[in-house]
């Protein structure tokens, strides 16, 4: 199965380029798969250099999630890190994403000077 990268999925979101676009969503027509990096980059992209609100950014997250045509990478992780980033959007999506990942592979407490991220069941503030 091809994959697709954070400016495909990007295309995908924001429809700021219209050929892009179309090039992208032809590409992923029958599947693509998503790795966990180009989810956290697209979240990253969408908030720096699109300026989306936490909420915008996690409807985002949550279309590629549910969209027919994808298959992300440990999608049990990227939900997880979903409901925690609504529930806590000023942690931002990447950090809500290493904290669940990490707890995935059973390796708590994830360590941070991260105040807020500190406070997250399963960090541990350093």
């Given at each position: 199965?091809?994959?697709?990268?954070?400016?495909?999925?990007?295309?995908?979101?924001?429809?700021?380029?219209?050929?892009?676009?179309?090039?992208?969503?032809?590409?992923?027509?029958?599947?693509?798969?998503?790795s966990i990096l180009a989810v956290a980059e697209t979240?990253?992209?969408?908030?720096?250099?699109?300026?989306?609100?936490?909420?915008?950014?996690?409807?985002?997250?949550?279309?590629?999630?549910?969209?027919?045509?994808?298959?992300?990478?440990?999608?049990?992780?990227?939900?997880?890190a979903l409901k925690l980033f609504r529930s806590r959007?000023?942690?931002?999506?990447?950090?809500?994403?290493?904290?669940?990942?990490?707890?995935?592979?059973?390796?708590?407490?994830?360590?941070?000077?991260?105040?807020?991220?500190?406070?997250?069941e399963g960090a541990q503030k350093l």
């Open positions: 199965m091809q994959s697709a990268d954070t400016n495909v999925l990007v295309r995908m979101i924001t429809g700021d380029e219209a050929e892009q676009t179309e090039v992208a969503d032809r590409f992923i027509e029958g599947g693509a798969w998503v979240a990253w992209v969408l908030r720096t250099w699109y300026k989306r609100s936490a909420a915008d950014v996690a409807s985002a997250v949550e279309m590629l999630l549910d969209h027919k045509d994808l298959i992300l990478q440990d999608s049990d992780v990227v939900a997880a959007p000023s942690l931002g999506f990447s950090d809500c994403l290493m904290l669940h990942l990490a707890r995935k592979a059973g390796h708590l407490p994830l360590g941070t000077f991260d105040c807020a991220l500190g406070r997250v």
